[in-house]
T-cell receptor, first 113, second 119 residues
Framework: EPEVTQTPSHQVTQMGQEVILRCVPISNHLYFYWYRQILGQKVEFLVSFYNNEISEKSEIFDDQFSVERPDGSNFTLKIRSTKLEDSAMYFC???????????FGSGTRLTVV | AQTVTQSQPEMSVQEAETVTLSCTYDTSENNYYLFWYKQPPSRQMILVIRQEAYKQQNATENRFSVNFQKAAKSFSLKISDSQLGDTAMYFCAFMKHEGYGGATNKLIFGTGTLLAVQP
Protein backbone atom coordinates (compact mmCIF):
# COMPACT_ATOMS: atom_id res chain seq x y z
CA GLU A 1 0.00 0.00 0.00
CA PRO A 2 1.46 3.40 -0.97
CA GLU A 3 2.52 5.58 1.94
CA VAL A 4 3.22 9.19 2.74
CA THR A 5 6.66 9.36 4.33
CA GLN A 6 7.69 12.06 6.79
CA THR A 7 11.15 12.76 8.15
CA PRO A 8 12.37 13.17 10.79
CA SER A 9 9.95 11.50 13.17
CA HIS A 10 11.09 13.76 15.99
CA GLN A 11 13.03 17.01 15.89
CA VAL A 12 14.19 19.16 18.76
CA THR A 13 15.25 22.71 17.97
CA GLN A 14 16.23 25.86 19.77
CA MET A 15 13.80 28.76 19.80
CA GLY A 16 14.56 31.11 16.93
CA GLN A 17 16.11 28.44 14.74
CA GLU A 18 14.84 27.44 11.32
CA VAL A 19 13.45 23.97 10.78
CA ILE A 20 12.47 22.10 7.66
CA LEU A 21 10.03 19.23 7.90
CA ARG A 22 10.11 16.86 4.98
CA CYS A 23 7.43 14.78 3.33
CA VAL A 24 7.31 12.45 0.36
CA PRO A 25 3.68 12.23 -0.81
CA ILE A 26 2.31 9.34 -2.79
CA SER A 27 3.81 9.62 -6.24
CA ASN A 28 0.68 10.11 -8.38
CA HIS A 29 -1.10 12.41 -5.92
CA LEU A 30 -1.59 16.03 -6.89
CA TYR A 31 -2.88 17.68 -3.72
CA PHE A 32 -0.70 18.17 -0.66
CA TYR A 33 -1.40 19.37 2.83
CA TRP A 34 0.15 20.18 6.15
CA TYR A 35 -1.78 19.89 9.40
CA ARG A 36 -0.71 20.55 12.96
CA GLN A 37 -1.74 18.95 16.24
CA ILE A 38 -0.65 20.59 19.46
CA LEU A 39 -0.45 17.93 22.17
CA GLY A 40 -3.88 17.12 23.52
CA GLN A 41 -5.67 19.36 21.06
CA LYS A 42 -7.41 18.89 17.77
CA VAL A 43 -5.82 18.61 14.38
CA GLU A 44 -5.69 21.96 12.55
CA PHE A 45 -5.31 22.76 8.88
CA LEU A 46 -2.22 24.77 7.97
CA VAL A 47 -1.94 24.86 4.20
CA SER A 48 -2.93 23.16 0.97
CA PHE A 49 -0.76 23.03 -2.14
CA TYR A 50 -1.69 22.24 -5.71
CA ASN A 51 -0.10 22.88 -9.07
CA ASN A 52 3.03 24.26 -7.44
CA GLU A 53 1.29 26.93 -5.45
CA ILE A 54 -0.56 27.42 -2.20
CA SER A 55 -4.30 27.03 -2.75
CA GLU A 56 -5.35 27.93 0.77
CA LYS A 57 -3.69 28.72 4.07
CA SER A 58 -5.02 29.15 7.57
CA GLU A 59 -4.48 32.03 9.99
CA ILE A 60 -1.82 29.91 11.70
CA PHE A 61 0.25 29.88 8.51
CA ASP A 62 1.85 33.29 8.88
CA ASP A 63 4.99 34.71 7.29
CA GLN A 64 7.16 32.42 9.40
CA PHE A 65 5.88 29.42 7.48
CA SER A 66 6.53 28.41 3.90
CA VAL A 67 6.05 25.32 1.78
CA GLU A 68 7.89 24.08 -1.23
CA ARG A 69 7.91 21.19 -3.63
CA PRO A 70 11.52 21.50 -4.74
CA ASP A 71 12.01 18.43 -6.91
CA GLY A 72 8.67 16.88 -7.84
CA SER A 73 8.77 14.30 -5.09
CA ASN A 74 9.45 16.08 -1.79
CA PHE A 75 7.07 18.49 -0.11
CA THR A 76 8.58 20.57 2.68
CA LEU A 77 7.33 22.82 5.44
CA LYS A 78 9.78 25.45 6.67
CA ILE A 79 9.44 27.43 9.87
CA ARG A 80 11.88 30.33 9.71
CA SER A 81 12.19 31.31 13.35
CA THR A 82 10.62 28.78 15.65
CA LYS A 83 8.68 29.78 18.75
CA LEU A 84 7.85 27.68 21.78
CA GLU A 85 4.22 27.54 20.64
CA ASP A 86 5.27 25.87 17.38
CA SER A 87 5.87 22.69 19.38
CA ALA A 88 3.39 20.21 17.93
CA MET A 89 2.94 17.16 15.77
CA TYR A 90 3.02 18.10 12.09
CA PHE A 91 1.24 15.87 9.62
CA CYS A 92 1.72 15.82 5.90
CA UNK A 93 -1.06 14.41 3.72
CA UNK A 94 -1.77 13.90 0.06
CA UNK A 95 -4.70 12.90 -2.09
CA UNK A 96 -5.44 12.10 -5.67
CA UNK A 97 -7.89 13.85 -8.00
CA UNK A 98 -11.36 12.48 -7.50
CA UNK A 99 -10.55 10.92 -4.14
CA UNK A 100 -11.49 12.84 -1.03
CA UNK A 101 -9.81 10.49 1.37
CA UNK A 102 -6.43 11.76 2.44
CA UNK A 103 -3.43 9.59 3.13
CA PHE A 104 -1.59 10.98 6.11
CA GLY A 105 2.03 10.50 6.99
CA SER A 106 3.04 9.31 10.43
CA GLY A 107 3.93 12.82 11.53
CA THR A 108 6.93 14.77 12.78
CA ARG A 109 6.97 15.71 16.41
CA LEU A 110 8.59 19.14 16.69
CA THR A 111 9.82 20.25 20.08
CA VAL A 112 11.02 23.83 20.44
CA VAL A 113 13.12 24.48 23.54
CA ALA B 1 -17.77 28.49 8.94
CA GLN B 2 -18.08 24.82 9.61
CA THR B 3 -17.62 23.32 13.05
CA VAL B 4 -17.37 19.74 14.27
CA THR B 5 -18.26 18.76 17.83
CA GLN B 6 -17.41 15.56 19.63
CA SER B 7 -19.02 15.70 23.04
CA GLN B 8 -17.43 12.56 24.51
CA PRO B 9 -13.78 13.23 25.45
CA GLU B 10 -13.29 9.64 26.65
CA MET B 11 -15.11 6.35 26.38
CA SER B 12 -14.48 2.81 27.48
CA VAL B 13 -15.81 -0.49 26.18
CA GLN B 14 -15.26 -4.14 26.95
CA GLU B 15 -13.62 -6.31 24.35
CA ALA B 16 -16.18 -7.86 21.95
CA GLU B 17 -18.87 -5.34 22.83
CA THR B 18 -20.28 -2.52 20.72
CA VAL B 19 -19.62 1.16 21.23
CA THR B 20 -20.95 4.29 19.53
CA LEU B 21 -19.02 7.53 19.26
CA SER B 22 -20.96 10.74 18.68
CA CYS B 23 -20.26 13.60 16.31
CA THR B 24 -22.31 16.61 15.32
CA TYR B 25 -21.41 19.29 12.85
CA ASP B 26 -22.66 22.63 11.71
CA THR B 27 -22.66 23.76 8.12
CA SER B 28 -24.78 25.60 5.61
CA GLU B 29 -23.35 23.51 2.80
CA ASN B 30 -25.45 20.86 1.13
CA ASN B 31 -22.67 18.89 -0.49
CA TYR B 32 -19.89 17.62 1.75
CA TYR B 33 -18.07 14.59 3.09
CA LEU B 34 -17.70 13.26 6.60
CA PHE B 35 -14.91 11.08 7.91
CA TRP B 36 -13.81 9.19 10.96
CA TYR B 37 -10.07 8.99 11.52
CA LYS B 38 -8.33 6.80 14.07
CA GLN B 39 -5.15 7.89 15.82
CA PRO B 40 -3.54 5.05 17.80
CA PRO B 41 -0.68 5.63 20.24
CA SER B 42 1.70 5.62 17.27
CA ARG B 43 0.05 8.98 16.40
CA GLN B 44 -0.54 8.11 12.74
CA MET B 45 -3.88 9.29 11.32
CA ILE B 46 -5.73 6.39 9.74
CA LEU B 47 -8.92 6.75 7.74
CA VAL B 48 -11.61 4.51 9.21
CA ILE B 49 -14.69 5.34 7.18
CA ARG B 50 -16.14 8.06 4.98
CA GLN B 51 -19.66 9.20 4.06
CA GLU B 52 -20.81 11.32 1.16
CA ALA B 53 -23.60 13.66 2.22
CA TYR B 54 -25.61 13.02 -0.92
CA LYS B 55 -25.83 9.31 -0.15
CA GLN B 56 -28.65 8.27 2.14
CA GLN B 57 -27.21 4.84 2.78
CA ASN B 58 -24.96 4.65 5.79
CA ALA B 59 -21.37 3.65 5.08
CA THR B 60 -19.96 0.44 6.52
CA GLU B 61 -16.43 -0.96 6.64
CA ASN B 62 -16.28 -4.38 8.27
CA ARG B 63 -16.87 -3.80 12.01
CA PHE B 64 -17.25 -0.05 11.56
CA SER B 65 -20.47 1.64 10.51
CA VAL B 66 -21.94 5.10 10.70
CA ASN B 67 -25.33 6.54 11.46
CA PHE B 68 -25.61 9.59 9.25
CA GLN B 69 -28.55 11.87 10.01
CA LYS B 70 -28.24 14.77 7.59
CA ALA B 71 -31.16 16.81 8.89
CA ALA B 72 -29.90 16.52 12.44
CA LYS B 73 -26.28 17.07 11.31
CA SER B 74 -25.22 14.01 13.20
CA PHE B 75 -22.59 11.45 12.22
CA SER B 76 -21.95 8.73 14.79
CA LEU B 77 -19.52 5.84 14.52
CA LYS B 78 -20.43 2.36 15.70
CA ILE B 79 -17.70 -0.15 16.39
CA SER B 80 -18.94 -3.72 16.69
CA ASP B 81 -17.05 -6.58 18.31
CA SER B 82 -14.51 -4.16 19.78
CA GLN B 83 -10.90 -5.34 19.76
CA LEU B 84 -7.93 -4.26 21.84
CA GLY B 85 -6.38 -2.78 18.70
CA ASP B 86 -9.30 -0.37 18.44
CA THR B 87 -7.91 1.55 21.40
CA ALA B 88 -7.15 4.97 19.97
CA MET B 89 -8.25 8.57 19.64
CA TYR B 90 -11.06 8.89 17.13
CA PHE B 91 -11.57 12.11 15.21
CA CYS B 92 -14.65 13.10 13.28
CA ALA B 93 -13.91 15.38 10.33
CA PHE B 94 -15.83 17.47 7.80
CA MET B 95 -14.87 18.37 4.26
CA LYS B 96 -16.77 20.78 2.05
CA HIS B 97 -17.20 19.45 -1.46
CA GLU B 98 -15.32 21.74 -3.82
CA GLY B 99 -15.56 19.49 -6.82
CA TYR B 100 -12.98 17.08 -8.12
CA GLY B 101 -10.85 20.00 -9.26
CA GLY B 102 -11.20 21.86 -5.99
CA ALA B 103 -7.75 22.81 -4.92
CA THR B 104 -8.31 22.79 -1.21
CA ASN B 105 -10.82 20.30 0.18
CA LYS B 106 -9.46 20.82 3.65
CA LEU B 107 -10.54 18.77 6.63
CA ILE B 108 -12.07 20.32 9.72
CA PHE B 109 -11.61 18.10 12.74
CA GLY B 110 -13.45 17.68 16.00
CA THR B 111 -11.59 17.51 19.30
CA GLY B 112 -11.56 13.73 19.37
CA THR B 113 -12.82 10.89 21.57
CA LEU B 114 -10.31 8.71 23.35
CA LEU B 115 -11.58 5.13 23.23
CA ALA B 116 -10.19 2.50 25.54
CA VAL B 117 -11.03 -1.13 24.87
CA GLN B 118 -10.75 -3.16 28.06
CA PRO B 119 -9.83 -6.85 28.04
Amino acid sequence: EPEVTQTPSHQVTQMGQEVILRCVPISNHLYFYWYRQILGQKVEFLVSFYNNEISEKSEIFDDQFSVERPDGSNFTLKIRSTKLEDSAMYFCASRDTGDYGYTFGSGTRLTVV
Amino acid sequence: AQTVTQSQPEMSVQEAETVTLSCTYDTSENNYYLFWYKQPPSRQMILVIRQEAYKQQNATENRFSVNFQKAAKSFSLKISDSQLGDTAMYFCAFMKHEGYGGATNKLIFGTGTLLAVQP
